[in-house]
């Protein structure tokens, strides 16, 4: 595929793919492995929501990410694993070598009885391995399901049950910085309350000999033994469904949001090109986990896609010590580096001492998703770590949009620090206010919508899709509401201002306020609670929970601690409050209905000002909160 290479190209382009959006995504389309053309580019209806790309087509993901590259790109690295702890040697594994691995695992998939359209859960620490499993069930046509390693056994088991998956593979442990984290452990009391699991397949890589269930815990080691290395991929619809990757909403049940073959694998390879500018044999950096919607995009499949060698990292941050990050850039010789604003902040907080170590004269773009950065943070990454001389591409998208919407497209479009700038061709957002009229013109601020499908959207939320209408199409008739608040300036440049709903993005993670809400009411002297964000200087926004106990002695230490367990068991330590703060009673308006936007001044520090309060059943209770923080 082409990438753009000037602004008068990205105008022309822009302006194509609004005139003519069939004609413009079928040109994209052109340079994948078809093993059959569309008959009809897209087919929609928002109403619905019914959105379908490429339909006819048929194909195979991993084909394209691997078999399409055996020619010309066989021995060029793909993956470049780095491991957690530095002593351990690093990996290279090469395109022909991951094709082996990948057909070798398929084979594995399919004699425990897979077959296209079953769910496969995944629940892994960053190696080479998840990839191959995840690269094995697209090949195979098996829908992945990736869960974060760092979600409890009750989050873990919910979105198995959820999706009935058939098999979960996972390993026995994790290394996290200093930590040995075990997992099978976990994954043990999950599946005794999963029924539709089969098998789950085990990878050693703490070598913590765990309890293996007869008949059900297969270790992967002893599964690929002897396995032949040819696997003919399956040969997939273009609507078909890819993969299913769970994220937060306003209510305390998470979304499997769903994403397609064709539309997925035309976007995330050209959103990828495009927005970092990749070329020749550069290495790609991007430091999220697979568990998460970036991961999936641009770890992966974006990277995979267009032939690149991607960088894989297991560890954290901060260890040994908060210069990993640029130690394993000069390291590995990294080129485009892509990170959350949260670790940037992170990493600034610790001092220079860490970053002056390295060279870094290897990197040539920057890239940060996941959150809003501000302006100091991005002062920091462009002069510190991009020596003044990189692009950094603040890229802004979602899991349901499946990959980059609104970004630069690396030293080509004017850079805005704190905006996410332009859309990509291809994409066309609006804003709309409080009665889902259009804002029309600039130096305006709204809620973002998108107006018109894109190849990689949200097809549906598995196994609820008057959900996914009513989440993303029914707040803005004939749209795709995103959630977020939005500025376009006087130049029509984008500047993403945050979440407008009941979700709180803690270090670049969504987390639902109901979710954390309903781990806290388990808890049996808790009567109500109401959480909302407040703004955390390193995680972008920190939980803040305020609680109503029965404890007849009051409020305690222990109860508060007690709460902590109970978010951990429900979702997992990412979800764990900054503050706990016990109440006596709640601002509600006359319905029962909880006003967190007084509630949200309050937890950011706000003592007066509330503005006004007359609906409220009782307003009393403001000041009360208030005085109870003293
Ligand atoms: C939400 C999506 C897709 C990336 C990882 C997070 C916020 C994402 C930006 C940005 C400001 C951003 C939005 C969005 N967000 N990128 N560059 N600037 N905000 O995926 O968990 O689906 O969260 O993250 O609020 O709606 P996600």
């Known amino acids: 595929m082409q990438k753009i290479n000037s602004f ?233 469904e890819l993969f299913i990757l769970y994220t937060s909403g306003s209510t305390g049940k998470p979304k499997g949001v769903v994403h397609s073959t064709a539309g997925y694998m035309v976007y995330a390879e050209y959103s990828f090109r495009n927005v970092f500018q990749y070329e020749g044999n550069d290495v790609f950096w991007c430091t999220a986990d697979i568990g998460w919607i970036t991961g999936h995009s641009y770890v992966i499949y974006g990277p995979l896609l267009a032939g690149a060698t991607t960088l894989m990292f297991e560890g954290i941050p901060t260890f040994p010590d908060a210069g990993r990050f640029w130690e ?46 501000n302006e100091e943070a991005w002062q920091w990454y462009h002069k510190h770590i991009g020596k003044e001389k990189c692009p950094i591409v603040d890229t802004w998208w979602q899991t349901e949009t499946g990959g980059m919407m609104i970004a630069p497209l690396a030293g080509i479009t004017q850079l805005k620090p704190m905006y996410a700038t332009l859309p990509l061709p291809g994409i066309q957002p609006c804003l709309v206010d409080a009665e889902g009229k259009e804002i029309i013109g600039n130096g305006v601020e709204g809620n973002l919508c998108i107006k018109y499908p894109w190849p990689s959207m949200i097809r549906t939320i598995y196994g609820d899709h008057k959900r996914c209408n009513e989440v993303y199409f029914s707040t803005n008739p004939g749209k795709y509401f995103t959630g977020d608040g939005c500025k376009r300036d006087e130049d029509g440049f984008y500047r993403i201002t945050g979440r407008v709903d009941d979700v709180i993005n803690v270090s670049g993670h969504r987390i639902g306020t109901a979710e954390v809400e309903d781990a806290i009411n388990t808890h049996r002297l808790v009567v109500e609670s109401a959480v909302v964000g407040f703004p955390h200087p390193i995680k972008g926004q920190g939980i803040y929970a305020f609680v109503i106990t029965s404890d007849l002695n009051g409020p305690s230490e222990l109860i508060k601690s007690e709460i902590i367990v109970e978010i951990c068991g429900h979702i997992g330590a990412i979800a764990k409050p900054e503050q706990i703060q016990f109440v006596n009673g709640l601002p509600k308006t006359r319905s029962g209905k909880i006003m967190r936007r007084i509630l949200r001044k309050i937890a950011s520090g706000e003592k007066e000002n509330f503005g006004d309060t007359t609906t409220l059943l009782d307003p009393e209770v403001v000041q009360q909160i208030v005085k109870s923080l003293n």
């Open 8 to 240: 008068e190209e990205f105008q022309s382009e822009y302006k194509k793919s609004v005139e003519n959006p069939e004609k413009f995504w079928a040109e994209k389309a052109k340079s994948f492995l078809w093993k059959r053309l569309w008959d009809k580019v897209l087919d929609w209806d928002f109403e619905e929501p019914k959105v379908k790309w490429f339909e006819g087509a048929k194909l195979n993901i991993s084909e394209n990410c691997l078999d399409r590259h055996l020619e010309s790109l066989a021995d060029k690295t793909a993956i470049l694993w780095e491991p957690n702890h530095p002593s351990e040697e690093a990996k290279h594994i090469s395109y022909s070598e991951l094709h082996t691995r990948v057909s070798r695992f398929s084979n594995v998939l399919k004699s425990l009885g897979v077959v296209k359209g079953d769910r496969i859960a995944l629940y892994m620490p960053m190696v080479p391995e998840l990839t191959i499993a995840v690269l094995a069930c697209a090949r195979i046509g098996a829908i992945h399901s990736v869960v974060f390693a760092g979600f409890s056994a009750k989050a873990l088991a919910d979105r198995i049950n959820d999706s009935s998956c058939k098999l979960l593979i996972t390993a026995d442990g994790s290394y996290r910085g200093a930590k040995t984290l075990d997992l099978k452990p976990i994954v043990d009391i999950a599946l005794e309350s999963c029924p539709s699991i089969e098998h789950a397949i085990v990878l050693e890589r703490i070598s913590s000999k765990p309890t293996m269930k007869a008949h059900r815990d297969l270790w992967w080691h002893e599964l690929i033994e002897g396995v032949s290395s040819v696997c003919e991929a399956t040969i997939m619809d273009a609507e078909d």
């Open 328 to 373: 394993v850039i000069d390291k590995h010789q990294v080129n485009i580096f892509y990170t959350a604003p949260t670790a940037i902040r992170a990493l600034e907080a610790c001092g220079l001492d860490f970053v002056k170590p390295y060279k870094l004269d290897s990197l040539k773009v920057l890239g940060t998703v996941g959150e809003p950065i």
